[in-house]
């Protein structure tokens, strides 16, 4: 905790000295002739206590170089957004922080204006002035948010514009500063324009100059002249490729160098010098640049996501209902069928055409649950009516048994609609993982490096920044083991990788690898078969996606021996390739369940017990089928997950469990199949509380399990514990 609270401190004294700086040095900077609005810009879109800090570096500023006269209006702009942002919290906001800047501006503006009798000559200048600046602070802010906030930069749509606005301004202002020897905006300019072309190829490079030679001429035609070379060398430079980093240093180094010495009329040393600058800090800067910071498109227009998550989630919501209608319409058809009793089909085929029906009585004859009724004596139809009143039994118990079976193929193919509508869903949803084509690219470099073979590769980056990664190979054709593949890429992109769960498809085999997440599962398990038995019928399974989320899985079969360890072991199986080819647990337990129920006719059933754990975020997401309890310590309290519904293979439609809970560094999970009845929960809960190794807890619950079983008849025993612990 202390070391927490000191690397905030030191954070905040950081922030707290370049927003001093940054007042400091933008206070005296020019934009197309007059005076630049970057200083009041980067007031209002930081927070209070680095307003503050920017506001006192500018007027320190002022009054060093006697220019307070000259810069009241800022100063007093600056003044008015410091106090907006101490009475209200809103001001701190993006949309705030622009409103409050273009406001205080036109405010001071005005208010100075007319004291110096220059009121309506200077509003539409002070109006526009403070507009622009607004949203220069209003895009600022947002971008600050976001990256405080751990998020990805989108340096494409409207957080690319919002991106370009303010490194233009930046360029700009910079660029005006006046050094001698070297222009820190040139300097900076030519380090992004490097960065974009080593990162993001020609594209980034042609980008990253163009914007920073616009802001370069808003400074002065002069160094605009200068820094129009770099959208050329960046282009030109981003050909290298990103494996060779002193190579590409030098290629930029000498382009810069070469254009410079083309344009003789507009050579400017000291300009050439700031240039050339820029690319030994690339140099230097390079090996810790996180382009997982920044996202750009895969080569897709931006709304395609949205158009998708729309199309697939409207198909979904049309099978859906065309599941329902069905429902409805077979509900409508059974109901409309005749319900004659077999009474009254009797007396319409016998008693109807007899010539007695008046005077018998058998008629009105009250039938009891025997197949053939008891007659009056002297009915003459004896022997005829008997065998038609059992010929017409058969014939109800045949169309009833068919009814159930018709029943039962109407509640499984609904159960298909609810799988697929499901599935389709799910693919609709919104991708967590930020997509890099950058990093795609230096994988797939990697990879051709070591001559090994692939289909193609997706990287990107977890909500949390982590790297992950899948690449995809045909069946059959990958030479490289997993580990092998592993360890290249590690050192090619000088990140630690771990491989994870591989799943294949008909064609193609799919290889995840991750970077690891913060926190570590510490697992321990124990396993007993039952007496008489040499094969436990339980099986488990521990295995990670290819984004780092751990599965820890349980299955029961039916029983015990051999035959049940099939059922647990298919079942644990299927779901595992399921959610790793890219399926939600919900879905692939559905899915497991139809294969179940419909494999063979001998009855066969198992549970699940599935804990779904991210190890970024500390959340474990239970999903049970029939499963025993799980019981988890958390801090210091001891609770109980139950699952009151059936195991997989039994019913048609599967009915599932699921339950989220936060969980925290030193927390304990304990799974348990059947073998663990309900007499030991006491007894578990005073092992976690107890304080315990992990795994000795896990041994005694295993090795205790008989005492607490009434039952005469022993079951497989299988306890599994994980512990949540820091790398």
């Known amino acids: 905790m202390k070391k927490i609270t000191d690397g905030k401190i030191f954070g905040k004294a950081v922030g707290m000295l370049l927003s001093f700086g940054g007042g400091f040095m933008l206070s005296g900077t020019t934009i197309a002739g007059v005076a630049s609005f970057a200083d009041i810009s980067l007031a209002g879109a930081v927070s209070l206590p680095y307003t503050a800090a920017a506001f006192a570096g500018a007027v320190v500023r002022c009054v060093l170089t006697d220019s307070v006269g000259k810069c009241i209006v800022k100063l007093a702009a600056m003044a008015v957004i410091l106090t907006a942002k101490m009475f209200s919290r809103i001001f701190s906001q993006p949309v705030g922080c622009g409103a409050v800047t273009a406001a205080a501006i036109i405010l001071s503006g005005c208010g100075i204006s007319a004291l110096i009798g220059e009121f309506p000559e200077k509003l539409l200048f002070y109006g526009l002035y403070g507009v622009i600046s607004g949203f220069t602070a209003y895009s600022a802010a947002a971008l600050y948010d976001n990256l405080s906030a751990g998020k990805s930069l989108e340096i494409y749509g409207k957080s690319g514009y919002m991106t370009g606005v303010v490194y233009i301004v930046a360029a700009a202002s910079i660029c005006s500063a006046e050094l001698p020897f070297i222009n820190i905006g040139l300097a900076l300019i030519s380090v992004i324009t490097a960065a974009g072309a080593y990162i993001y190829g020609g594209f980034g490079g042609v980008i990253c100059g163009a914007l920073g030679a616009s802001g370069a001429f808003l400074a002065s035609a002069e160094i605009g002249t200068a820094a129009a070379i770099l959208p050329t060398a960046g282009l030109v430079t981003g050909f290298i490729g990103r494996e060779k980093l002193l190579l590409s240093t030098v290629f930029y180094t000498f382009s810069c160098l070469l254009l410079s010495l083309l344009m003789a009329d507009s050579y400017n040393f000291g300009y050439t010098v700031s240039i050339l600058s820029g690319g030994g800090v690339f140099l230097a800067a390079a090996p810790y640049f996180k382009e997982k910071r920044f996202v750009m498109p895969i080569g897709k227009k931006e709304n395609s996501a949205d158009v998708k998550v729309e199309k697939n989630a409207f198909l979904s919501d049309v099978i859906e209902a065309v599941r329902c209608d069905s429902g409805k319409i077979s509900a409508a058809l059974i109901a409309s069928q005749r319900k004659n009793s077999v009474k009254e089909e009797y007396s319409n085929k016998v008693c109807d055409v007899c010539y007695r029906r008046g005077v018998c009585g058998c008629g009105q004859l009250e039938t009891s649950g025997e197949l053939i009724p008891v007659l009056p004596d002297d009915c003459v139809r004896r022997k005829e009516a008997s065998d038609e009143f059992e010929r017409l039994y058969k014939l109800r118990t045949a169309h009833h048994i068919m009814e159930l079976r018709f029943s039962g193929e109407r509640r499984f193919l609904s159960e298909q609609f609810r799988i697929i509508s499901d599935i389709i869903r799910d693919m609709g949803e919104s991708n967590d993982i930020s997509y890099s084509s950058a990093m795609g690219q230096r994988i797939e470099n990697a990879l051709k490096n070591h001559e090994i073979k692939y289909l193609r590769v997706m990287a990107g980056y977890t909500p949390s920044k982590r790297l992950t990664a899948e690449i995809f190979f045909s069946s059959g054709e990958i030479a490289e083991s997993a580990e092998r593949i592993c360890g290249i890429l590690s050192d090619a992109l000088g990140i630690r990788?771990?491989?994870?769960?591989?799943?294949?498809?008909?064609?193609?085999?799919?290889?995840?690898?991750?970077?690891?997440?913060?926190?570590?599962?510490?697992?321990?398990?124990?396993?007993?078969?039952?007496?008489?038995?040499?094969?436990?019928?339980?099986?488990?399974?521990?295995?990670?996606?290819?984004?780092?989320?751990?599965?820890?899985?349980?299955?029961?079969?039916?029983?015990?021996?051999?035959?049940?360890a099939v059922d647990s072991h298919m079942v644990i199986g299927m779901f595992r390739r399921l959610v790793c080819g890219g399926m939600k647990p919900e879905s692939a337990v559905r899915v497991v369940n139809s294969v179940m129920v419909t494999k063979s006719r001998e009855e066969s059933f198992a549970t699940l017990d599935a804990a779904i754990i991210d190890l970024d975020s500390c959340t474990m997401t239970s999903v049970k089928s029939g499963a025993a309890p799980t019981i988890i310590r958390r801090g210091n309290d001891v609770i109980k997950l139950s699952s009151p519904v059936f195991p997989i293979g039994i019913v048609e439609e599967a009915e599932l469990f699921v339950s989220e809970q936060k969980l925290d560094e030193g927390d304990i999970i304990i799974m348990f199949s059947d073998g663990i009845t309900e007499n030991a929960y006491l007894f578990i809960k005073e092992l976690l509380l107890g304080g315990g190794e992990i795994s000795e807890i896990v041994r005694e619950i295993a090795v205790k399990a008989e005492v607490f079983n009434p039952s005469v008849r022993s079951d497989d025993v299988t306890v599994i514990g994980m512990k949540i612990v820091k790398k």
């Not at 599962?521 to 019928?537: D, M, P, T, V, Y």
């Open 497 to 564: 990788l771990i491989s994870s769960a591989s799943v294949s498809s008909v064609n193609e085999l799919k290889l995840g690898l991750y970077q690891p997440p913060v926190y570590e599962l510490e697992i321990h398990s124990a396993a007993k078969c039952a007496a008489g038995c040499e094969i436990s019928g339980d099986s488990s399974s521990v295995f990670a996606d290819s984004s780092g989320v751990q599965y820890v899985v349980l299955s029961d079969g039916m029983g015990s021996g051999k035959n049940a």
